[in-house]
T-cell receptor, first 114, second 114 residues
Framework: GAGVSQSPSNKVTEKGKDVELRCDPI?????LYWYRQSLGQGLEFLIY????????KSGLPSDRFSAERTGGSVSTLTIQRTQQEDSAVYLC????????????FGQGTRLTVV | GENVEQHPSTLSVQEGDSAVIKCTYS??????FPWYKQELGKRPQLIID?????GEKKDQRIAVTLNKTAKHFSLHITETQPEDSAVYFC?????????????FGKGTMLLVSP
């Protein structure tokens, strides 16, 4: 079956512009995560959605970052007024249940802010 | 929040040798410890996991050991092959996240030379 799909795969944007990154999770997966991967760094947690519960936004680095999940499925991560330090690979993952079930990752969106 | 330390950051071995990667964590109530493998340009994928009620788990050439008292766990790869070359991430599911979101280590780049 289809895995987690992210779009675009690559995005180059000018500093100060807004960007939207999209994630299509595996059908039926209630949990959806966004992580950020910078060069030489691990996977930095950004935000977590579980079913219809309020999202855990504790990992968002600033108020320029926001995310939505519509209809319990597709999610969009928005970065406003992008800065060069936002350059990274943004990974989305989904899982069937809670944190102790396998997380399936998308291929990521490589964001470059110039 | 949870602190996960992963060592070494890079590891070079000859084909056929064993490789060991170690992670330490701070939240003693953490209860799930997966390992993800990320090949160059690919998405992270789960290779093995262990839960807190088990001390060791094996799957063919890979194994994970958990020492809850010392708060560390390790990935062991025996008879390494060139296709094992990748970045390996450990992760921890801490109580502080409500057992919902993983905290990842910074990764270990494993290079297996033929």
């Amino acid at each position: 079956g289809a895995g987690v799909s992210q779009s675009p795969s690559n995005k180059v944007t000018e500093k100060g512009k807004d960007v939207e990154l999209r994630c299509d999770p595996i059908s039926g997966h209630t949990a959806l995560y966004w992580y950020r991967q910078s060069l030489g760094q691990g996977l930095e947690f950004l935000i977590y959605f579980q079913g219809n519960s309020a999202p855990d936004k504790s990992g968002l680095p600033s108020d320029r970052f926001s995310a939505e999940r519509t209809g319990g499925s597709v999610s969009t991560l928005t970065i406003q007024r992008t800065q060069q330090e936002d350059s990274a690979v943004y990974l989305c993952a989904s899982s069937r249940g809670w944190g102790n079930t396998e997380a399936f990752f998308g291929q990521g969106t490589r964001l470059t802010v110039v | 929040g949870e602190n996960v330390e992963q060592h070494p950051s890079t590891l070079s071995v000859q084909e056929g040798d064993s490789a060991v990667i170690k992670c330490t964590y701070s939240d003693s109530a953490s209860n799930y410890f997966p390992w993800y493998k990320q090949e160059l340009g690919k998405r992270p994928q789960l290779i093995i996991d262990i839960r807190s009620n088990v001390g060791e788990k094996k799957d063919q050439r890979i194994a994970v050991t958990l020492n809850k008292t010392a708060k560390h766990f390790s990935l062991h790869i025996t008879e390494t092959q060139p296709e094992d070359s990748a970045v390996y991430f450990c992760a921890v599911l801490p109580r502080g996240s409500g057992y919902s979101t993983l905290t990842f280590g910074k990764g270990t780049m494993l290079l297996v030379s033929p």
